[in-house]
C-alpha cells in the first residue's frame, strides 16, 4: 500500500525557516518524481515545487521559488522542503504527492504550516 | 502562466441527477487535464488523468472530456458520498496551476 505521511509543520514567526518531510512507502521512492503542494485554510490548491525521481532537476512555483528548497534522500525514501523567510501568506496544509501522468496520484494528509508572530 | 477557471462555483443537485463540472484553460493544454475530488477534511484524490482516463479505483459514474482548452468532468449519477469540492488542474506548462474549485452539495 502506498503511503506519504508528511511532518515537521509548525507554527513559525515571519521570517524564519522550516524544513518539512515526507515518508514514502509501499512503492519503489527512487522511480518516481516528486511534488508538494499547499492549501490555505479555506482556499484552493496551490503547486510548490517538484523534484525528479534522481533529484537533478527542480521546480518551483513563483510564489515561493528563492525561498524553498526541495530536495529528496532516496536511500531513506524521504521527501524534503526546506521553507525559509516565510511569510503570513505561506500558513497552509502541506501536501507531499507522487507523480504519474502529467498529475498526481498518491497523497499525504498534509501538515500544517502556520506563520504567526 | 497557464490559468484555469472553473464554473460553477457551486453545485446543487439530488441524489441520481447529474452533475456537469467545467474547467476553462487560458491556453491549450493539450490533453494534460486532470480532476480530483477533495472530501471535507481529506486530501486530494485523483479521479482523471489526461483529460479522460479514469485513475484506479474510481467509480465508472465519473467521466472525464475535452482538450485544447475547455474540459468537463461528469458525474453520471450522484451519490450522497459524492458532496465534496472538485479541482482541475494542467500538467502541459510550468508551473502547474490548479482551478479554484467546483464544490457539489447534495440537496
Known amino acids: 500500500e502506498v503511503q506519504l505521511v508528511e511532518s515537521g509543520g509548525d507554527m513559525v514567526q515571519p521570517g524564519g525557516p522550516l524544513r518539512l518531510s515526507c515518508a514514502a512507502s509501499?512503492?519503489?521512492?527512487?522511480?518516481?518524481?516528486m511534488h508538494w503542494v499547499r492549501q490555505a485554510p479555506g482556499k484552493g490548491l496551490e503547486h510548490v515545487s517538484a523534484i525528479s525521481s534522481n533529484g537533478g532537476s527542480t521546480s518551483y512555483g513563483n510564489s515561493v521559488k528563492g525561498r524553498f528548497t526541495i530536495s529528496r534522500d532516496n536511500s531513506k525514501n524521504t521527501l524534503y522542503l526546506q521553507m525559509g523567510d516565510l511569510r503570513a501568506e505561506d500558513t497552509a496544509v502541506y501536501y507531499c504527492?507522487?507523480?504519474?501522468?502529467?498529475?498526481?496520484?498518491?497523497w499525504g494528509q498534509g501538515t500544517l504550516v502556520t506563520v504567526s508572530s | 502562466e497557464i490559468v484555469l477557471t472553473q464554473s460553477p462555483a457551486t453545485l446543487s443537485l439530488s441524489p441520481g441527477e447529474r452533475a456537469t463540472l467545467s474547467c476553462r484553460a487560458s491556453?491549450?493544454?493539450?490533453?494534460?487535464l486532470a480532476w480530483y475530488q477533495q472530501k471535507p477534511g481529506q486530501a486530494p484524490r485523483l479521479l482523471i488523468y489526461?483529460?479522460?482516463y479514469r485513475a484506479t479505483g474510481i467509480p465508472a459514474r465519473f467521466s472525464g472530456s475535452g482538450s485544447g482548452t475547455d474540459f468537463t468532468l461528469t458525474i453520471s449519477s450522484l451519490e450522497p458520498e459524492d458532496l465534496a469540492v472538485y479541482f482541475c488542474q494542467q500538467g502541459s506548462n510550468w508551473p502547474w496551476a490548479f482551478g479554484q474549485g467546483t464544490k457539489v452539495e447534495i440537496k
Open positions: 509501499g512503492f519503489t521512492f527512487r522511480n518516481y518524481a
Open positions: 504527492a507522487r507523480f504519474t501522468v502529467n498529475s498526481l496520484d498518491y
Open positions: 491556453q491549450s493544454v493539450g490533453s494534460y
Open positions: 489526461d483529460a479522460s
